[in-house]
Structures are given as structure tokens and as C-alpha cells.
């Protein structure tokens, strides 16, 4: 239960934007009525959760409690948990079907792309899997520094090359590597950049091209990763890389730094793309694949003890 704590600990922030204030709307309602509900409806918009999902869960819990014939306010609050879930998703594991399989990581600068790759990578090692990384965002000497950092901090092999080189021959030398090496995951950096998508495009092409090449039946995911502490605007983002990549999964960053962790249910409704893995801390531990179940029941949890549930 050791990442349940830290998840616990890390949605503080949203459960006291959140689960806090709906208890106190509970309270203040004896009967079920659209007052509560609209009530109910403001407090997930405030919790960034987005208003037409926020719009569509209440929908759902109206339906619910007609059909179920819900009275007391206080059986609303597992009515909701209960839908919330069902919002989320089941998350989804890796697809690593093939040795090796690659994960292609793409996302703008500062979202926690490079630190992502090391947990990720730290992760997959602790499963007993031998994994590469491809230092593919040349374009910023710290990038490569970094990672190269985090890869140490993991005990994974880093291919790179010196700032400036073009990013798909460091791919093909990665491959090349994963190859021969018999690696299990080949994961690859990008350049942080959406601000030209033609660019962003092109480069993923040539990538794309070269992975296809050198690993033509190898397993695929591309990871988005983004900073759950922009809410909404972090949907906004995964759209515009949407249309420059065939994103299979989504890595949320830095929930523990945010009321905004609302997000999550909006972003599974509007974009269709599942969340694979969460960030809830600095460490690498406390960045591990999604659990619907555990990430509501975390949010939901009122207890203080260290244990968790």
C-alpha cells in the first residue's frame, strides 16, 4: 500500500478543493433535490474536472438516483464515487508485446518529460526488464544531461550523441543498440517543442521512419506527457499534439502540486486516451502505472492515519 499512501498524500490538494467541499454540500442537504445537484455540478467544474464532463457526470447521478430511488443526501457522495470511476477509465498496461518494444515519449519542455523517462524506466528495470534510452532531444544540452542523470539514477543504458545531432540517427544507434543488445524496451526522448507543428510532425516522421526500419514488428506506444497542475489547459495541449502523433497513452506529472487534479476525468472523456502512468512526487517510486480504482479511492479516502485504507 506504500504508493496508495503517497497517492493519498499527493491528491491533498484536490480531495480539500474537491471531497471536502462536497461533504460540506452533503451536510447542508437533507433531501436529494437540482439544488444539491447543481450544487454539486459548480464544485466539479471549481475542481477543473471541466464543465461538460462535469455536466455529464451529474447527468448520469440524476439518472442514478431516479432509477435507484436515492433520498438521503448522504448515499449521493458513493453514488458519485462510483460514477467518477466509471469516468476515469481501467487504465492501461505498457503494450510491450515484442523485444523489443519501443516507447516513443513526446510532450512540450517542462511538463516532467525527462524525469518521467527515468521513473518509467526505473519501473520497467524493476520488472526485470533490460531497457535503452534514446537521448532524442538534442536540442538542449540540459535535456541530455538530465536524463543521463535520471538513466544512472535507474540503471539504464543511455544512447546519445552530442547536443545538435540529428535526433533520428540517434535513434537508429539506439535501435541498433536495442537490437544487439537483446533489450526489452527501447524508450525514446523527443524535443520538447509544439510552438511549429510542421516541425514537431517531421521530426516524429523521420523517427517513426527509422524505428520502422530497424524494428519493423516491434510492439508501439507513444506517451504524451503532461502537467496535471494546468488543468484544463493540459486537455487543451494533448489535442494539439493529437494531431501530430498517434498518442496511445498519457502520463500525468506533478498531481500532487495541484487542486486541479479534477483533470484527470475530463481528459479520459474528451481526448479517448487512456492514462498509463500518474506522478505524485519527486522520488522515483511515485510515479506508477494508473489505477482507476486506486486513484478514486485515494481521493476519496478521509482517513488520517499513515496506513492509508
Known sequence: ??????????LTKTKNAFLGQVNDVIRSFRRVDEDL???????MICADMGASTAESVIGTLRERIKEEKIGD???VKAALKEILRGYVGEGEPLRLGTRPSVILVIGVNGVGKTTSIGKISAHLKKEGKRVIVAAADT??????DQLAVWCERAGVELIRQKEGSDPAAVVFDAASAARKREADVLIVDTAGRLHNKKNLMDELAKIDRVVSRELPDASRETLLVLDATTGQNAVMQAKEFMNAAPITG???TKLDGTAKGGAVFSIKEM???PVKFIGVGEKVEDMQPFDAQMFVDAMFDESDGEDGE
Do not use: Q
Open 1 to 10: 500500500m506504500g504508493f496508495f499512501e503517497s497517492l493519498r498524500k499527493g
Open 250 to 252: 498519457l502520463v500525468l
Open 37 to 43: 445537484l447543481e450544487e454539486l455540478e459548480e464544485l
Open 73 to 75: 443526501a448522504g448515499e
Open 139 to 144: 536540442f538542449r544540452a540540459a535535456a541530455i
Open 271 to 273: 481526448l479517448g486516451i
